[in-house]
């Protein structure tokens, strides 16, 4: 079992759906991130939290360490949202990955 | 432009062969993190370093090794190169640790034939 597991693997929504995806890691952590990468391959950073939710624009992460799970919503999708969304997990300042979460977002 | 700049872009080399990547950090960052990225294994952790020591090992193979130089630079070298070898590289900085924001580079493609 990975260590840290997103859900759902692939999501197809059509514009202006409100979207969520899922992350749960079964290490200790000490922060979490989500990253987007974009079919050319480059990786931006979304978000970093240890606790609580952070909002940026459209898009809303939530972390709740009890339960060892983040979410990443994004409002009023739109189709340059498509991307892979990628869950990591600091672990002993080790970055552990999730497999990622293949968006598609038509207009 | 995340201020990560990685170069070569697209390296194809043989087997056997041995290639070096090149990274330079965002302005400021004193920690650099190389990664591994291929369709099998998705995105790997392989080392860190910090103001020019190393700080975290991840999953890196003996063949492969890195350095951090006084100008916080970095190079990652692979050698006795195999087809599996054949990846997307990220070099990535922060200012210091794994918990502050990183920052990725936009990859070095190496294929290996």
């Known amino acids: 079992k990975n260590e840290v597991e997103q859900s759902p693997q692939n999501l197809t929504a059509q514009e202006g759906e409100f979207i969520t995806i899922n992350c749960s890691y079964s290490?200790?952590?000490?922060?979490l991130h989500w990253l987007q990468q974009h079919p050319g391959g480059g990786i931006v950073s979304l978000f970093m939290?240890?606790?609580g939710k952070k909002k940026h624009g459209r898009l809303i992460a939530t972390i709740n360490i009890q339960e060892k799970h983040s979410s990443l919503h994004i409002t009023a999708s739109h189709p340059r949202d498509s991307a892979v969304y990628i869950c990591?997990?600091?672990?002993?300042?080790?970055?552990?990955f999730g497999t990622g979460t293949r968006l598609q977002v038509f207009p | 432009d995340s201020g990560v700049t990685q170069t070569p872009k697209h390296l194809i080399t043989a087997t056997g062969q041995r290639v070096t990547l090149r990274c330079s950090p965002r302005?400021?960052?004193?920690?650099v993190y190389w990664y591994q990225q291929s369709l099998d294994q998705g995105l790997q952790f392989l080392i860190q370093?910090?103001?020019?020591?190393?700080?975290a090992k991840g999953n890196i193979l003996e063949r492969f090794s890195a350095q951090q130089f006084p100008d916080l630079h970095s190079e990652l070298n692979l050698s006795s190169l195999e087809l599996g070898d054949s990846a997307l590289y990220f070099c990535?900085?922060?200012?210091?640790?794994?918990?502050?924001?990183?920052?990725f580079g936009e990859g070095s493609w190496l294929t290996v034939v």
């Open positions: 990535a900085s922060s200012v210091m640790s794994s918990g502050n924001t990183i920052y």
């Open positions: 290490v200790g952590i000490s922060a």
């Open positions: 939290l240890s606790s």
């Open positions: 990591a997990v600091v672990n002993t300042d080790k970055l552990i």
């Open positions: 302005s400021g960052d004193l920690s």
């Open positions: 370093y910090y103001n020019g020591e190393e700080r």
